[in-house]
T-cell receptor, first 121, second 116 residues
Framework: AQTVTQSQPEMSVQEAETVTLSCTYDTSENNYYLFWYKQPPSRQMILVIRQEAYKQQNATENRFSVNFQKAAKSFSLKISDSQLGDTAMYFCAFMKHEEPAPRGATNKLIFGTGTLLAVQP | SAVISQKPSRDICQRGTSLTIQCQVDSQVTMMFWYRQQPGQSLTLIATANQGSEATYESGFVIDKFPISRPNLTFSTLTVSNMSPEDSSIYLC?????????????FGPGTRLTVL
């Protein structure tokens, strides 16, 4: 079974600074996807970034980038130039690759326990 | 992505009653899912809502407690039956638009349920 671990329950960063959130996972699969979602106080889950395991290049989305280390099963998120609106709970998630998914199969997202990030003015 | 709405956004219910939560998407999607997020916790998948057939439930979740409907490719409901205070959670639906097994899931805004 796959597991996702986020070892930092809470983190704080000053506005405009850079912060890195850690995530490790355990799987015997070779093909999978990794995600970072953010959940602000409004509770809407918002996709931040997605990484395909077969790609060596780290994914980037504007101020957000990941450091994907497949051998180490590590998937950290770096937020550059932190903004007050980045304050949120951040969840790392794993999804096994199946194409096409067998009937009745679940494309289950397995979430970590989350890291609460506070951006300080 | 897709625009996803959920109704109600929140509710306070008495134990022993049932609540049906609706999830509406602005376009046809391949997959729809229901998750539960207990207070201060991460998300756990309840079931996959299959269009035109019975939902596929995860271990620990049963149809009698969480009946799900999905009459078409843009709509699904989750019912929380015979509620107890332990059912107090945020319930979120998510959708995947593309080929099953590879596509990113996008989430609705959630329904905050409090059971007294």
């Amino acid at each position: 079974a796959q597991t996702v671990t986020q070892s930092q329950p809470e983190m704080s960063v000053q506005e405009a600074e850079t912060v890195t959130l850690s995530c490790t996972y355990d799987t015997s699969e070779n093909n999978y996807y990794l995600f970072w979602y953010k959940q602000p106080p409004s509770r809407q889950m918002i996709l931040v970034i997605r990484q395909e395991a077969y790609k060596q290049q780290n994914a980037t989305e504007n101020r957000f980038s990941v450091n994907f280390q497949k051998a180490a099963k590590s998937f950290s998120l770096k937020i550059s130039d932190s903004q007050l609106g980045d304050t949120a709970m951040y969840f790392c998630a794993f999804m096994k690759h199946e194409e096409p998914a067998p009937r009745g199969a679940t494309n289950k997202l397995i979430f970590g326990t989350g890291t609460l990030l506070a951006v300080q003015p | 992505s897709a625009v996803i709405s959920q109704k109600p956004s929140r509710d306070i219910c008495q134990r022993g009653t049932s609540l049906t939560i609706q999830c509406q998407v602005d376009s046809q999607v391949t997959m729809m899912f229901w998750y539960r997020q207990q207070p201060g916790q991460s998300l756990t998948l309840i079931a996959t809502a299959n269009q035109g057939s019975e939902a596929t439930y995860e271990s620990g979740f049963v149809i009698d407690k969480f009946p799900i409907s999905r009459p078409n490719l843009t709509f699904s409901t989750l019912t929380v039956s015979n509620m107890s205070p332990e059912d107090s959670s945020i319930y979120l639906c998510s959708v995947a638009k593309g080929t099953a097994g590879t596509d990113t899931q996008y989430f609705g805004p959630g329904t905050r349920l409090t059971v007294l």
